[in-house]
């Protein structure tokens, strides 16, 4: 969609970013403990390797985790781009019900047919497709900086009515 806009173009867009201030963790604010998630792929702060976007494979990075806090029932992945030129990030990916002593996600696990293991659900992308939605920056827009976000959640959270 953007990534095929001309590099002129995305460089005139290049103040017009949705911000950090809009990501999920920032909404929830101090209602939650930090969980250590990084990935064997990659150094925080870097930049995402090629094969994890749409100019490489474009698959899903591996992530890793440690324990997280006493009485988690599950885990949700949330994965954003705040830098995209938009009024909100961009979701690359939403994964719930991953298994509170996963551990780690594999390289590629984040799929649409993914579901019903310790990978848990994958729900749909910012272009209404379920899986990993590689990044794909326009041309000229600059640093796009991907969170990715995992979020504990206690026992009954997401029940009906709830």
């Known amino acids: 969609m953007l990534e095929h806009i ?14 950090s201030d809009k990501l999920t963790i920032m909404q929830l604010g101090n209602a939650f403990e930090t969980l250590d998630l990084t990935s064997p792929a990659f150094a925080h702060g870097a930049r995402l390797p ?5 100019d490489g494979a474009g698959v899903s ?4 985790w440690g ?12 994965v954003e781009d705040a830098d995209a030129p938009a009024p909100q990030p961009l ?6 019900d991953i298994a509170a002593d996963a551990g780690r996600l594999a390289e590629g696990a984040i799929v649409a047919d993914g579901s019903g293991d310790d990978h848990g659900d994958v729900g749909r992308n910012s272009y209404l497709r379920e899986g990993w939605l590689p990044p794909d920056p326009p041309s000229g827009h600059g640093r796009h900086d991907y969170a990715f ?8 959270a997401g029940d009906a009515g709830e």
């Open 50 to 54: 090629e094969r994890f976007t749409a």
């Open 6 to 19: 001309p590099a002129w173009l995305g460089r005139a867009m290049s103040g017009l970013r949705a911000g």
């Open 67 to 78: 324990m997280p806090p006493a009485g988690t029932a599950t885990l949700v992945l949330i």
């Open 61 to 64: 990075p591996p992530l890793t």
């Open 149 to 156: 976000q995992l979020f504990a959640v206690g026992p009954g």
């Open 91 to 96: 979701v690359h990916a939403i994964v719930w």
